[in-house]
């Protein structure tokens, strides 16, 4: 099922006499959560046409979409039909048919980023095997598919020990941490057992998360997005600092790892990179997202081209565009379900109406169709002079009794 908000979609040569946007290309993004969206809503502003493959009818992009196919991006004939409808193929999430993607690459389809990368970092271990091969710094890590093999991994890389799934990871549901020998089986079955694909990382006994944005355009040109810090919670993004507050070296060494990795795999588009700071310095990779990343949302308020309209303009082939702050500092805190249903979008209406009425506060919900326990439904973007203005006011947003803060 095709449904069009505004025209009736068809292949871009019969549609180019309805295109005036700054570029005739039709973006065909793969998932329609709240990075599609996001990249409707940068869309929009350059009149750029963005066409959404997502299976849920009221997913978060479909309603800012220029056009939704109601569908799985998991699914050859799908993604194949799809693509025949776009100018150019991208991701907002990067668990989708690769295959299709390559065969549709021979076929002289545009993907950006290129089938090679997502195929790379749809599989969290390959990921760890290219970029060890490409002589980026990284947790040591080895690959278990039985219990010995991770009682090994125990012997050799101590513990705790992280246990993670291969494939299909996002918000920390493929990690499980054992936390001596004994806790191996539960930690390997919480996971779904070897039989999902399984490997260990040694801890990273890191003192902040730091994440960089590297965007690359079809020329090849590339840019960096500055250093930000992410705070985790139950292992999922919570509050985004951006700059971090680490020394120059450090900032330094974070872009050159970052932008060496987004070197190694091929294709434009803008690219989040995690990284570990370890106590002694050193930075190592945890992995690569090639598309926005939420350790990217306060770039829509804090950076001069937000990563949204960034990678858009990365994928048609526009000059990319200046990624540098333009206001001192930002925090963005991650409005994650608190409760399922009517009980979690009680308490988060009362955290918005709250952000509503602090200065330099952006509130965005996702308007998705289901409000669960844990699940991203939206963010709170703060800019302001100052981190600790920053974090006070953001102190404000989360304490109940918070009234107006100036
Ligand atoms: P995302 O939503 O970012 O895709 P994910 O499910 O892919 O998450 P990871 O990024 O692998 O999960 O891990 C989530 C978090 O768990 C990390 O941000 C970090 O806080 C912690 N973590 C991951 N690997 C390690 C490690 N080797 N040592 C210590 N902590 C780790
Ligand atoms: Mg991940
Ligand atoms: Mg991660």
Known sequence: ???????????????????????????????????????????????????????????????????????????????EAFAK?????????????????????????????????????????????????????????????????????????????MIKSKRLAYDGRGNAVANSQDGLSSAVTALGGFGRGLYVEKWAPFVKE??????????????????????????????VKAPAEVPYKINKLATDVAQKAVGSLEGAGVFAVELFLTEDGQILLNEVAPRPHNSGHQTIEACYTSQFEQHLRAVVGLPLGDPSMRTPASIMYNILGEDDGEAGFRLAHRLIARALSVPGASVHWYD????????????????????????RRLHCILSEQSHQVH
């Open 1 to 79: 099922v095709l449904s069009c908000s505004s025209h009736e979609a068809s292949p871009l040569s019969e549609n180019k006499e309805h295109v005036h946007g700054i570029s005739e290309i039709i973006v065909g993004v793969l998932g329609g959560g709240q990075l599609g969206r996001m990249l409707c809503q940068a869309a929009s502003q350059m009149a750029i046409k963005v066409m959404i493959l997502d299976p849920s009818k009221n997913c978060s992009a479909s309603s800012l979409s220029y056009g939704h196919m109601v569908d799985s991006f998991d699914d050859s004939a799908t993604v």
């Open 210 to 239: 730091l994440a960089v944005i590297v965007a690359r355009g079809k020329d090849g040109s590339m840019v960096c997005y500055p250093v930000v810090e992410t705070v985790h919670r139950d292992n999922i993004c919570h509050i």
């Open 85 to 161: 409808r776009c100018g150019v193929l991208t991701v907002e999430i990067e668990h989708v048919d690769v295959e299709t993607l390559e065969k549709l690459e021979k076929q002289g389809v545009d993907c950006q980023p290129k089938a090679s990368t997502i195929r790379i970092i749809q599989d969290k271990y390959m990921q760890k095997v290219h970029f060890s091969q490409h002589g980026i710094p990284l947790p040591e890590f080895m690959e278990i598919s039985d219990i010995e093999g991770a009682e090994r991994a125990g012997e050799l890389f101590g513990y705790p020990l």
């Open 368 to 391: 998705k169709p289901e409000m669960r326990k844990q699940r991203k439904m939206g963010h709170v973007t703060l800019v302001g002079q100052s981190m600790g203005v920053l974090e």
